[in-house]
Structure formats: structure tokens, C-alpha cells
């Protein structure tokens, strides 16, 4: 390569630069090779998903699996041993109808724990800060205040004031009737309650399922407890009622679970029916928020004010979309959080940032590689002084270095050449100038792409000098390093 040739480096010989830095550089071709990501991979809710996020669980399943366990035993002994009786001494639509509850009750189960109930995608880090700035203008708070500003916004619905309150974990202003679940850490749109026996909170998208799930079973656990007693009493009568219990002991079992779980299961169904009819929610019937005691002027500003509108709202309504879009790819250039200053957490930074970032390790890598090309040089050889260097007309090393224009770095081809390549082709030698070996300041190595403006042998980009040299004891020694290299 002819000298002051500038010839383009390979992309690909950036990953050979290697320092102690905090953030090291990374390949472009690297990243290439990462395989995409989907959101549910990191979704930052107490969640579990399986079948690559086609179904979202809450993390705690434990009571869920309890409750497939009582449904799937109790019915499988009542298929396997009271309805071949029944089916023979009464009718056989007695099976058919126990089927078609179970499957209803099991579908509606398992989609009321495998969907997303409504959750709310979280701010990213520019819509917090955005709305951070917002909550500081509109409350005009200082940096000495010791309470933090208000963090609730008022709307009007149908004449009735609610309070919109501000989640310090998802950062944003949760819209009505929806909450923040402490279980699996989400907000959810029109939260009702989180239900351990399906696994799942229960919000806008499953709340209709839900209640065909519980609606369903109250009607399972009653049918298959009243033909379990018609059972023992048909067979009491012929053999007696001891002998009906020792012939068949999977029906006492089964009326034993099913007296125990009626009243519960029955009398959900029937709170669940009452908020349907009123358009309420769990969390807003526990806390009174429409209730009469709170003011004569307070009601529930959502209802229709019909019974039957409300039931065809909730139950015949359109399903709302997933907002959380658990299975699409992540895009590379989503922001990241910044680092935390003064306690106060910085969400993102801006692609200038990042590109200043980038220069600065550049920047900081360059000196390693020089300081290391110049050590053993320095320990042979004397140092030189500014006087030494300092020649008529050019300024020393004490003088500020002159400004350059920003662009984008070329690190070096590798580390263990970087003197000799700086010197061999970026670099002409003084030899055919009056004889001495020494280069004025301003005519000192620089690394590639670095060399002083106005230069014939500059680059076309070319990026910031690292400061005063005077001040920069590292850059000083390697610039002497070089100086003396180039007299070898």
C-alpha cells in the first residue's frame, strides 16, 4: 500500500480490537447471527408461556392443576360407573347431557387460563420520560421537593368524575377500570380479580369466559350430585342401602366432593350474575366505588341501565385485540433503559448519545492499542521533551490540538501492527527534509482517520482529538512513542 493511501477498512476487523472497557465493541456480523427474538421471551410480567407464547399463564398454577384434577376425577367416575346404570334404568340422553357440560366446562376453563386477559404493554423508555416531563410541567415540582408530585389525572364518563391513577411500575396513567395485579406484576384492562383455581387474572378479554366457566360448572356439580343420589336410591331399593354404597363406592366419593364444592361453586355463579346485570367489576363491588354511601350524587357511571343490556355487553360484546403482541420479534432498535444518575433512574438515550458512545470507546481503544506499541520504546529510550520537539513556527505540545470535524471511526487493522501499519502506509518519513529524523507535533502519528485537518494525507472523515495534550499524559506518551519509532 502506497503511503497516505486511505483505503477503506473491512467492517469485519473491528471485532479484532479488544480492550478492558466496560462496553466493548461488537461486530456488526455478529449481531447478524443472533437469532430474532419474540416479545413473550422477554416479557417482564410474572408470567408463564408455553407453545412459543400461544398460551400465558399466570406463574402461580399450583391451585389450576388442583382444580383439572377434581373436575376430570369426579366426572370420570361418574361416567365410568353411574352412567352405564342410569343410562340402562332411566335414560341414555343422562350421559349425553353429562358430556356435553363437561366439554363446555373444559373449554371455558382452558381458555380462560390460556389467554391474555387484557393486559397493558408497558411504557417504553421515551414514553416515560416523555410523560415524566409532562407530570413535572403540569405540576411545576423542583428538584427539592421532599413529596413527589400527584400522579392521578380526572376524565368525565357519562357525568361521573374517575380518577385515573399513575403506576410506578408500568409507567402510564392506567385507564378506567383497569388495575395493576401484585401477582403477575401487569395492568390489566377492566381488572376484575386474580383467580388462583384458573390460574390467571380475569379482565376484559376472559371475564365472559369465566363466567360460562363457573355458569357451566354450577350446572355439572349439581347434575352429576343429583343423579349420583337417583343412583344410590334406585339401588337401595333393591338391595339395600348399605349393600348400594359397598356395590358402588365411587358414587359416595363423588357426593362428597360435589356437597362440598355446590354451595361454592353455585354461589360465584350467582355474585358473578349479579355484576354481570349491573355492569361491575369484583374490584369495583370490594371497594364500594359506585356505592350509594359515598354521596347521593356517586353511581356506576358504566352501567347501561338495563339488566338485559348490560348481560349482552359483557357476555355478546366484541373481543377486544392482545396489546401486548406476545409473539411478535423483538426489533433490534428498541431503546434501553439508561444507567441510573443521582437516583434517578433515565429512561433512553438518544442515537446521537449512542453514536458519542461509540466514538468515546473508539477513542479509548485507540490509546490502549498506542500506549501498548510505545511501552517498550519508552523504557529503552529517553523521554523528549515539548522543548525538544517544539520547532520555529509550529506549535508545542502545550497548545491545544486543532478541532476536527465528527465522523464515524475505522479502528485498525489489529493490534500487534498497529505501529508499523500507522507508519508504513498512513505516515510519510522526514527523511527528505533537511536531513533530520525527528516530525514536528502537528506532523505526529495519529490513528487511522485521525490525522489533522487541512492535511494532504488526511482522510475524508475524521473525527474529535482527544483534548489538550498537555493534559493527557497517556496520548503525550504515545505520540513520543511514535515520534521515536519513526527515527528507527
Known amino acids: 500500500m502506497p503511503p497516505g493511501g486511505g483505503g477503506p477498512m473491512k467492517d469485519c476487523e473491528y471485532s479484532q480490537i479488544s ?16 437469532a430474532a427474538r419474540r416479545k413473550w421471551e422477554v416479557f417482564p410480567g410474572r408470567n408463564k408461556f408455553f407453545c412459543n407464547g400461544r398460551i400465558m399463564m399466570a406463574r402461580q398454577t ?67 420520560a416523555d410523560l415524566e416531563r409532562q407530570i413535572d410541567i403540569a405540576n411545576g415540582t423542583s428538584s427539592g421537593g421532599y ?50 383455581w384458573v390460574g390467571n387474572c380475569v379482565g376484559k378479554r376472559n371475564y365472559r369466559f369465566f363466567y360460562m366457566f363457573i355458569l357451566s360448572l354450577s350446572f355439572l356439580t349439581v347434575f352429576i350430585f343429583a343423579f349420583v343420589l337417583t343412583h344410590v336410591i334406585l339401588r337401595s331399593q333393591q338391595t339395600g342401602f348399605l349393600n348400594a354404597l359397598k356395590d358402588s363406592p ?87 433503559p439508561a444507567a441510573p444518575s443521582n437516583g434517578i433512574t433515565m429512561y433512553g438515550a438518544t442515537q446521537s448519545q449512542s453514536d458519542m458512545c461509540d466514538q468515546d470507546q473508539c477513542i479509548q ?9 510505545a511501552t517498550p520504546l519508552l523504557q529503552s529510550e529517553p523521554s523528549l521533551t515539548s522543548d525538544e520537539l517544539h520547532l520555529p513556527g509550529k506549535p508545542g505540545l502545550g497548545t491545544p490540538c486543532a478541532s476536527l470535524t465528527l465522523g464515524p471511526p475505522t479502528p485498525p487493522a489489529s493490534m500487534p501492527n498497529l505501529a508499523e501499519a500507522a507508519l508504513a502506509d498512513v505516515m510519510p518519513r522526514k527523511d527528505e527534509h533537511m536531513g533530520h529524523q525527528f516530525l514536528t507535533p502537528d506532523e505526529a502519528p495519529s490513528p487511522p482517520r485521525l490525522l489533522a485537518a487541512g492535511s494532504p494525507l488526511a482522510h475524508s472523515r475524521t473525527m474529535h482529538v482527544l483534548g489538550l495534550a498537555s493534559q493527557d499524559s497517556l496520548h503525550e506518551d504515545s505520540v513520543r512513542g511514535l515520534v521515536k519509532l519513526s527515527s528507527v
Open 147 to 196: 413529596r413527589p408530585p400527584p400522579r392521578t389525572k380526572e376524565v368525565i364518563i357519562n357525568g361521573q368524575t374517575v380518577k385515573l391513577k399513575y403506576c410506578f411500575t408500568c409507567k402510564i396513567f392506567r385507564p378506567p377500570r383497569a388495575s395493576h395485579c401484585s401477582l403477575c406484576d401487569n395492568c390489566v384492562e377492566r381488572f376484575d380479580h386474580h383467580c388462583p
Open 250 to 336: 365411587a358414587s359416595v366419593l363423588e357426593a362428597v366432593v360435589c356437597f362440598f364444592s355446590v354451595w361454592s361453586i353455585v354461589g360465584l355463579s350467582g355474585f358473578h350474575t349479579y355484576l354481570i346485570s349491573s355492569n361491575q367489576t369484583t374490584n369495583e363491588d370490594i371497594k364500594g366505588s359506585w356505592s350509594n354511601k359515598r354521596g347521593k350524587e356517586n353511581y356506576n357511571p358504566y352501567s347501561y341501565g338495563n339488566i338485559f343490556t348490560n348481560c349482552c355487553v359483557a357476555l355478546c360484546g366484541p373481543i377486544s385485540p392482545s396489546l401486548i403482541d406476545r409473539r411478535g420479534y423483538i426489533q433490534p432498535d428498541t431503546p434501553q
Open 62 to 128: 399450583g391451585v389450576f392443576y388442583l382444580t383439572l384434577v377434581l373436575i376430570l376425577v369426579t366426572s370420570g367416575l361418574f361416567f365410568a360407573f353411574d352412567c352405564p346404570y342410569l343410562a340402562v334404568k332411566i335414560t341414555p340422553a343422562i350421559p349425553a347431557v353429562a358430556g356435553i357440560l363437561f366439554f363446555f366446562v373444559m373449554g371455558t376453563l382452558l381458555r380462560t387460563s390460556f389467554s391474555d386477559p387484557g393486559v397493558l404493554p408497558r411504557a417504553t423508555p421515551d414514553e416515560a
Open 365 to 373: 481503544s485507540t490509546k490502549f492499542v498506542l500506549q501498548a506499541a
Open 19 to 34: 480492550t478492558h472497557s466496560s462496553s466493548p465493541m461488537e461486530s456488526p456480523h455478529k449481531k447478524k447471527k443472533i
